[in-house]
């Protein structure tokens, strides 16, 4: 296999406005509480369904959405919370979605693996892997059309990349030159499968380690990056996001990060070698950030921890929120199936 | 006879399949080191190899469909297809390609390929992981439907399943997975189109699928102790479907009830009693059907379990026909 090569960021922290970097840390941070506690409360028994955590990989939908204008669109994935906070979703109206309350961003229909927010350009989490590259292709189609201006940024998994959607979706935006960024988060693994290979597993999801590559098989602009790096992702989310913007030039951004948990909540990863998951604890992209924060002078010991009660207040009431919302009447579930409602038979 | 769980009869008619033929392989997204979502695969890969049970990309059309190309060319693939929520992916190989190339080649190639896959609501996973849909693939012709709800029926389709040398799809209710059975230590074949009666009675009939036939066993079990005796049979494959079985049964009840946890219209349901009215079967009551409305399974547990047929639904609907 090739081995992998990381494109190398130009800008400097010092280019960034100050309130952008302390943005770019209280969102991780805003999902990584998030995520802690879903954690408790999924092993509690407080959220049904499935649960898959984005700790870790915050660096990337901080990064990404820091990039984007308000009225761009991202697509996320099953493991979309991260996504969905950045992109400036209601952090208790997603708790209320996840415990299946009335209250919820879905109205309690979708859970965790379908939270969407049309109003903010959050065109839904998926629980079909690969989905989102189309749907997110067509949303740039009608930008393109309707003369909309925004650009939107697919995201999804490694796994998501070996979906025949992805390299139809991609050809298809490079011909029809549309305003997408499709961003590829590599966390190494797709549920138990490894992207490439580790200590004492030969498995590999692909053949090449540089998906950034990819672009060339389109004739389109294609990087490979740290995705632990908020600024990384940042710097070449806001170039391709302009090439989109104003050439309709699509990109592949394609973004090295790792899971520090199961594929999802409960899984005990007995495929992974355990120095994996310890190796990738090291990379957390958390206090690698907070410590160029207070090492470059950007901002200081108290206004990080301000950032950080005030976070922890936020999720605090996120639940609270949740918990005291009630579950949707039953007769709710025939409602919303069809636009030109009601449907004479369900 | 020993007890088994219905995931371990999976795993046991695989495993002796594949040492009884070399040709029988393994092909899905985590069947081999994660041992399958659901745990049903085990240690296959321990024990076959990684060449013969091979974890696969998520590139379901590919594998699908190169286990299709695979089995035209004599390997005898069974691939697994993590949840059937999944198909869409993999639509064409399915249905236009596996299904159909045999006849399409006048007969020149056959496709001895099992479709494994998982159904079933019930686990707050909402629209696109809980559906059952298996009456869409029963629709198409070049497709042989398998749907146990037992552990011993498990092994003995899969085993037949493996050895026909035609495209089956084997639907297995993830809630079916922990129930326990028994289940004989040698292999052994269940021919297809052949229904089992899973309980006996005069009163009505009840046709149950995969979980249902559990659900319809509760509700059996209570309606008996207020007089009301229930038959209840399970057609194990809906392609080819055991309408003699069937028929004979409702003859003797004179009511029918079809149970299924697929969405209502346009599936198992309507066929079953299109079957049994076609045949000019004397009814005492018009036939009842509980299903799945034309509901996306939702996620909250409010909404699924109102949407979801369950023993009281059964119950009520096996009561209406005694009026
Ligand atoms: C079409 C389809 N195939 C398989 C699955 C099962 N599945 C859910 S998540 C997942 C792994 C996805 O990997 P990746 O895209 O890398 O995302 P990650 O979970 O690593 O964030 C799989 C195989 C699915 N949901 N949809
Ligand atoms: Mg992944």
Redesign the pocket.
């Known amino acids: 296999m090739t081995e992998v090569v990381v494109k190398e960021k130009k800008i400097t922290p010092e280019e960034i406005p100050k309130e952008k970097l302390l943005w770019m840390y209280k969102t991780m941070l805003r999902i990584r509480r998030y995520e802690e506690k879903t954690a408790e409360l999924f092993a509690a028994g407080e959220l049904p369904g499935f649960i ?1 955590l984005y700790i870790g990989e915050e660096a990337i939908a901080a990064g990404i959405m820091a990039a984007l204008r308000p009225e761009d669109k991202i697509t996320s ?3 979309g919370h991260g996504h969905m906070i950045a992109k400036g979703g209601s952090m208790a109206k997603m708790m209320a979605e996840n415990m299946g309350k009335v209250t919820g961003i879905c109205k309690g229909k979708g859970g965790s693996m379908h939270i969407a927010d049309f109003s903010i350009g959050e065109l839904g989490a998926n ?4 989905a989102g590259w189309p749907l997110g292709t067509g949303a740039a189609l009608a930008s393109k059309l309707l003369g909309l201006g925004y650009v939107v940024v697919c995201i ?5 990349a070996e979906q025949g959607t992805f390299h139809e979706a991609v050809n298809l935006a490079s011909i029809w030159k549309l305003p997408v960024v499709y961003f590829i ?1 590599d ?1 190494e ?3 138990g499968m490894p992207s490439w290979p580790k200590p004492g597993d030969p498995r590999k999801s692909k053949n090449i380690k540089n998906l950034g590559d990819r672009g060339i098989a389109y004739g389109i602009p294609g990087v490979t990056i740290d995705g632990n790096d908020p600024i990384a992702v940042y710097e070449a989310v806001k170039a391709a996001v302009e090439r989109a913007r104003i050439e309709g030039i699509p990109s592949i951004i394609h973004a090295l990060t790792c ?1 520090q948990r199961g ?1 999802f909540e409960g899984d005990p990863q007995l495929y992974r070698p355990k120095e994996d998951v310890e190796a990738c604890k090291k990379r957390d992209p958390i206090p690698r950030f907070r410590k160029l924060l207070i090492e470059k002078g950007i901002a200081t010991e108290e206004e990080l921890k301000k950032i950080e009660e005030e976070v922890e207040k936020e999720v605090a009431e996120a639940i609270e929120f949740g918990r005291k919302s009630p579950f949707p009447d039953p007769k709710e579930a025939y409602t919303d199936i069809y636009a030109s409602e009601p449907f004479p038979e369900v | 006879m020993p007890k088994k769980t219905f995931s371990y009869a999976i795993y046991e008619a695989l495993k002796q399949e594949m040492v009884r033929d070399p040709t029988v392989i393994i092909m899905g ?1 985590d069947v081999g080191r994660f041992g399958g979502c659901f745990g049903v695969t085990r240690d296959l890969w321990k024990i076959f190899g990684e060449e013969r049970v091979r974890d696969t990309p ?1 590139s ?1 059309s590919a594998f699908i469909g190169g286990g299709a190309g695979a089995a035209a060319s004599g390997l005898r693939p069974v691939v697994e297809l ?1 949840f059937v929520d ?1 198909f869409g ?1 993999a639509m064409d190989q399915i249905y236009n390609q596996a299904a159909k190339l045999r006849y399409m080649s006048g007969g020149q190639c056959k496709f001895p390929m099992v479709l494994r896959t998982t159904i079933g609501g019930g686990f707050r996973a909402a629209a696109q992981h809980s559906q059952v849909l298996y009456a869409l693939f029963a629709h198409v012709p070049g497709i042989k439907v398998v749907v146990p709800s037992t552990p011993y029926d498990a092994k003995g389709l899969l085993i037949t399943a493996i050895r026909d040398d035609d495209f089956v799809m084997y639907f297995e209710h993830k809630k079916l997975y922990p129930i326990e059975g028994e289940v004989p230590d040698e292999p052994y074949t269940i021919p297809f189109g052949v229904a089992d009666v899973k309980r006996e009675g005069d009163d009505v009939t009840v046709v149950a699928m995969a979980y249902m036939v559990h659900e319809a066993m509760k509700a059996a079990d209570e309606l008996a102790k207020e007089g009301i005796s229930v038959e209840i049979v399970d057609p194990r494959t809906l392609a080819p479907l055991d309408t003699d079985t069937i028929v004979k049964s409702v003859e003797k009840t004179g009511r029918l009830v079809v149970v299924d946890e697929d969405y209502i219209y346009f599936g198992a349901t309507g066929e079953i009693i299109t079957r049994v009215v076609e045949r000019g079967v004397a009814l005492k009551a018009p036939p009842k059907r509980v299903a799945t409305p034309r509901v996306p399974i939702p996620f909250s547990p409010t909404l699924e379990d109102e949407i979801l047929p369950n023993k009281d639904k059964i119950k009520k609907a096996i009561k209406e026909t005694m009026k």
Not at chain 1, 127 to 130: F, Y
Request: glycine fraction near 20%.
């Open positions: 898959h994935t099953h493991r629980g079909i892997i690969g999804a998994g490694d796994g998501a988060e966390n693994y797709g549920m899971r594929h | 997204e998520i379901e993590m999944f992916v």
